[in-house]
């Protein structure tokens, strides 16, 4: 069975400064990687998904994400952070292509900005 | 609207008292899920439906819990003789098919304090 890691509970960062989230998957086979963005009052946002060929992905609202087989790792980056940008950020990995659309998610990391 | 509904937003209710919440897929959206986020968790699986038909229903926690699809539409999810740890957000999802390739959208939860 899959899971799905993300060490980091809390980030504070800075406005205008540079975010990465871990994101530590298990999986046997080459998984299903997505990205979910949680807004207060907010339904769950698609972000960006990985499936296969280029292992760097880009996504919406200027995040991009970098598959790393060798590190079992789907990590999120953003260069330049938004005071939008607050919000709680979920990683989730599905079971593979013939597979319907069960995903497993982490516990979330929630990402505050400071001014 | 053009995205997943669902109601009430909020339900306070006392022990032993049910349930229903309900959940209005994008329209012509075959596969409609259900997932239950507990506070400082990620989303967990309950449930999800191709057309009217449920052919996983493996992460309903017990026998208290039941859903059901009608019309290839709109969904009801019962929850009989409610407990404390059923408060959760009850996070309500659809996509075109049923494949990890299609983009679940989420909708923005309903609230449930169990008293």
């Known amino acids: 069975a899959q899971s799905v890691t993300q060490p980091d509970i809390h980030i504070t960062v800075s406005e205008g400064a540079s975010l990465e989230l871990r994101c530590n998957y298990s999986y046997g086979a080459t998984p299903y990687l997505f990205w979910y963005v949680q807004s207060p009052g907010q339904g769950l946002q698609l972000l960006l998904k990985?499936?296969?060929?280029?292992?760097l992905v880009q996504g919406i609202k200027g995040f991009e994400a970098e598959f790393k087989r060798s590190q079992s790792s789907f990590n999120l980056r953003k260069p330049s952070v938004h005071w939008s940008d607050a919000a709680e950020y979920f990683c989730a990995v599905g079971a593979g292509s013939d597979s319907w659309g069960k995903l497993q998610f982490g516990a979330g990391t929630q990402v505050v900005v400071t001014p | 609207g053009a995205g997943v509904s669902q109601s009430p937003s909020n339900k306070v209710t006392e022990k032993g008292k049910d349930v229903e919440l309900r959940c209005d897929p994008i329209?012509?959206?075959?596969?409609l899920y259900w997932y239950r986020q507990r506070l400082g968790q990620g989303l967990e699986f309950l449930i999800y439906?191709?057309?009217?038909?449920?052919?996983?229903k493996s992460g309903l926690p017990s026998d208290r819990f039941s859903a059901e699809r009608t019309g290839e539409s709109v969904s009801t999810l019962t929850i009989q003789r409610t407990q404390q740890e059923d408060s959760a957000v009850y996070l309500c999802?659809?996509?075109?098919?049923?494949?990890?390739?299609?983009?679940?959208?989420f909708g923005p939860g309903t609230r449930l304090t169990v008293l």
């Open positions: 999802a659809s996509s075109r098919r049923d494949r990890l390739t299609d983009t679940q959208y």
């Open positions: 439906f191709q057309g009217n038909s449920a052919p996983d």
């Open positions: 329209s012509g959206h075959t596969a």
């Open positions: 990985y499936f296969s060929g280029d292992t």
